[in-house]
């Protein structure tokens, strides 16, 4: 596979696609070949010739993506510039959503600046800040109001690595959810103190004793929904914000029968922008998990819903998605 794009000059560029394959054509003269060939298995055809005014990026205007990266934003002025450079350049193709709740450090007017540059990016602001849960429900809705088939999740910190997104997508091919796992095979966290490891390690064995869900990481927030997994799912009725946001959808989903499967990651603690964890999140997840217990039935295992395929379920569960959306953005902001 070769990036899209390599050069560090201003480029004219061509671009032609079809079906899984794509070129990206440069003019004569500079330092890349003049013929660039990419697998984009993620993308519908599409042709056109377009102008980069970044060279790192080449303008798609002719047709979305079918994966979506979410990315909810507080205060990541120093970030999103280098993140969305970073997903523009994949090997796979995908369009950025940044949720941005009026980041006081204008990382929403960034959103805006790095959108109207290149069409692969869109900006979703809400008002304030209502919390990571709300931020996603969101995105989840503005998403399902297109054709995107792929819908990940991932912060905008760093802390998840954009090179790891095509492995998702893969593993997606076969699966309805999947989790990005700092805990499968081994231990790969880097920069965390001891106390954050052992609190997200406790947290992670708490979810499976009592839900029974047999993941590794249940609160990891770097994640890829098929398109009908999340249709399943009522968003206005999620009621969890913090880490157990994670944790909810995942139940959600599994709890139906649904695969849910597991990619392991490297997960590195932000090296800039501060941190929004705080005690309430930690509470609001012991409380939770609980709930989803009861949810259940007291079941420790899935209760897939019968006569229906999976596909069918996620349609009849989440079909008004505009008033999910509006329901979502209109709910009053909860304190973290
Ligand atoms: N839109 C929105 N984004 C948020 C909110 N809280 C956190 N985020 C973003 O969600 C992503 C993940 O946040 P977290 O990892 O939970 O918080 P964090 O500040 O990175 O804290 P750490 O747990 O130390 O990594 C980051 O991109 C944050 O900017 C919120 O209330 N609204
Ligand atoms: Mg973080």
């Not at 009522?234 to 597991?262: C, D, P």
Request: aromatic fraction near 8%; hydrophobic fraction near 40%; proline fraction near 7%.
């Amino acid at each position: 596979m070769v990036p899209l794009v390599r050069s560090t000059r201003t480029a004219w560029t061509g671009e032609i696609a079809i079906r899984s394959w794509s070129f990206a054509v440069y003019p004569a003269g500079g330092q890349d070949p003049p013929l660039n060939v990419i697998r984009t298995r993620a993308q519908p055809a599409r042709i056109g010739l377009s102008w980069a005014p970044n060279p790192f990026i080449v303008s798609r205007p002719w047709c979305m993506n079918n994966t979506l990266v979410i990315v909810p934003t507080y205060n990541e002025r120093e970030n999103l510039p280098m993140l969305a450079e970073r997903l523009l350049r994949l090997p796979v193709s995908v369009d950025l959503l940044v949720v941005d709740d009026n980041s006081p450090d204008g990382t929403g007017r960034i959103a805006d600046d790095l959108a109207a540059r290149h069409p692969s990016i869109h900006v979703l602001h809400r008002a304030q800040k209502q919390g990571l849960g709300r931020a996603y429900a969101a995105g989840f809705a503005w998403a399902l109001e297109r054709d995107y088939e792929f819908i990940m999740e991932m912060d905008g910190d760093f802390s998840h690595n954009p090179d790891d997104i095509p492995k998702f997508i893969e593993a997606a091919r076969d699966a309805d959810l999947v989790l990005g796992s700092r805990y499968c095979n081994g231990i790969r966290v880097i920069n965390w103190p001891l106390r954050r490891l052992m609190l997200s390690l406790s947290a992670a064995k708490y979810v499976k004793v009592i839900t029974g869900m047999p993941v590794s990481d249940p609160t990891g927030g770097f994640k890829c929904f098929r398109r009908h997994a999340l249709q399943s799912i009522n968003l206005s009725a999620v009621q969890s914000n913090g880490y157990s946001f994670q944790i909810e959808m995942t139940h959600k989903i599994w709890r139906q029968g649904m695969r849910v499967v597991e990619v392991p990651i490297i997960f590195t603690d932000r090296f800039q922008g501060t941190s929004k964890m705080s005690r309430g999140i930690v509470s609001e997840a012991l409380f939770m998990v609980w709930s989803l217990l009861f949810q259940n039935g007291l079941r420790r295992h899935p209760r897939p819903v019968t006569g229906q395929s999976n596909h069918e379920t996620g349609r009849t569960a989440n079909q008004d998605i505009s008033s999910s959306l509006k329901k979502t953005l209109e709910t009053p902001p909860e304190p973290r």
